[in-house]
C-alpha cells in the first residue's frame, strides 16, 4: 500500500519515510474509531473480501494480505487465476510495477551478471505444466494444541499450470561458477522497516538446476496476478509455496549457505522422520521444510451438508502428493470400518493434482461419516491423525467429511 | 434537491466500491492495482492505542484477531517474537501493555 514499486528497488528498501510512518499511524488511528462501531460481519468465521485481480476470496488478513480460495473451486480440475489463494509475507508488496524499467538480476559467483527483461526471459525455451502450489501451513487451523501463524483451512493451495523459462537454463547463460553451493531468491516485496527481515528463500545448487524448477510469467496461460508475483515467480513444483518466490527480482548464486532469517529460522520442521513432534513440545533439531506430503481431500459433497435418501451421489475429491503421482485413493463412507477404491480422473503429471470419484447411494437415513486416504507411488500415505509440530506444518491426515442423509 | 444529493452521493459510494477490486493497467508494459482500505476490529480496552501504534505499523489488526484464544505466556510469547524476531521496535513497558492487552482482550486473560 505505501509502496509502488517501480522497478528501482532503492526506491522501496528505504522508502519507509517518517512521513509514511505517520501516514500509517493516523490511518490506524482513523480506523480505529471505525472499528469500535457495531458490525453485522464481525465474529462470523468467514468474511469474503474481494481484491484486485481476485474473486470474492476468504480474509485472513489484509495487510500484507493472506486470502483463502473457497473449497467449492477445487471441484474445477484448474483453479481459476482470480480464486487462487494469496499469501504475502512483509508489507511492504509490489502494488506496480513497470516492464520497461523492471529486470531479472542473476549475480553472486557466476562467470557474467545478467539483467535480463521479461521479453528476454521469455526467449529461453518455453516450459509449462500444472503443479499444485501450497502454502507450507495450509490447514494450520486444524492442529491441536492450536499454533500461532496464519490459521489457513484446506484453501490455501491450487492446481495452476505455469509457464516459464527453466531456472536452469538462466543460470547456464549465467554461468555457475565452481565453489557454488545455494542459490538465493529475492522478490520484490520489502520490510517496514530495515530491522525487518526481507523474505529471501535459498535451494541448494543441486536443487535449483533440476529441469522443472522454473521462473514463471504465466498462469494458465496469461500473464500471473500482481497478488500471485506479476512478472515472474518461482515454480518449485512439489516443494511448498515457501521457495515459490513471488515477483521474483534478484537471483544470487553462493559459496556458502544462505543464513537469512526466512531459512535459518522460519519455515522449519522438526528433523524426525514425520517432520512431526509429540503435540505441545519443542523439537531438538529442526531442517528446512522442503517437499509437500501425500494428500485428499473431499470436496464434493461438502462437509455438513445432506443429501437425500436413495439418490445416487458421486462424491468427488482431489488427490496429490509431493512431486509422485498418486497409485490410488480408497474411500470409506462408514466412518473407517470399509473401504472402496476411487476412481482417478485425467492425469496431469505427477505435480498436479488428480480428482477421484467415488459412486455412493445411501440406503439408510442418518449422519455419515465420508474419509478418502491416497497413497502415491512410492508408498507415502497420510495418517488418521494430525501430525504435531510447533510451526503448523505438513499437515495432512485423512479427513472426514460429515453427511446428513433424510 | 436533497433528494438528489442523496442519489448522487450513492452513485458515488458505487462509482467507489466499483473501482476497488479492480486492476488498474494503464499501458502495456505498466501494471498497477490498488489495495482495498483495510478495516480494524480490535476490542477496546486499556492498551488499545499502544497496539494500534506499535502493530499495525507492520501488519494489519486481523493478524491478531485471526489467531487462537492464546493463553497470557502465548500472548506475550508472540509479542517477544515480533521484537526479537521480526524486529520490530517496541519499548519494554510497550511490550507488557501490549501483551496485557491481547491477553485481556483476544486470550484466556492469563
Redesign the interface.
Known sequence: MLCKHDGKEDSMKDGFTRRDFLKTAGMATAMAALGSLPSPVLGSEMRLVKYPEKTELILLTSRPPQLETPLHYFKEAITPNEALFVRWHISGIPTSVDLNTWRLKIGGNVDRMLELTLDEIKKFEKVAYTAVLQCSGNSRRFFDPRVPGGQWGDGAMGNVTWTGARLKDILSKAGIKPGSVQVSFDGLDGPPFPSVPDLVKSLPVDKAIEDDILVAYEMNGTPLLMLNGFPTRMVVPGWYATYWVKSLHEINVLTRPFEGFWVKTAYRIPDTPCGCVPPGTAPGKTIPISRMTTRSLIIDPANRSSTPLNKPVEIMGIAFSGGYSIKDVIVSVDGGKTWGEARLGRDMGRYAWIQWFFPWRPLKPGTYTLMAKATNSIGESQPFEGLWNPGGYLWNKVEKTEVVVK | MKKIAILFSIIGVIAICLA????EVSTE??????????????K?GKG??KV??NC????????IT???I?SKA?WTA?VNKMIR?????ISEENAKIISDYLSENYGRGQ
Not at chain 2, 32 to 37: E, G, H, K, S, Y
Not at chain 2, 56 to 63: E, K, L, M, R
Open positions: 476497488y477490486g479492480r486492476a508494459t505498466i501494471k498497477t492495482i490498488t489495495l482495498p482500505p483495510e478495516r480494524v476490529d480490535l477496546q488499545l492505542e494500534l501504534i499495525q505499523v507492520c501488519h494489519s489488526a486481523d493478524y485471526m489467531q487462537p492464546f502465548q508472540e524476531v521480526y524486529g520490530a521496535r
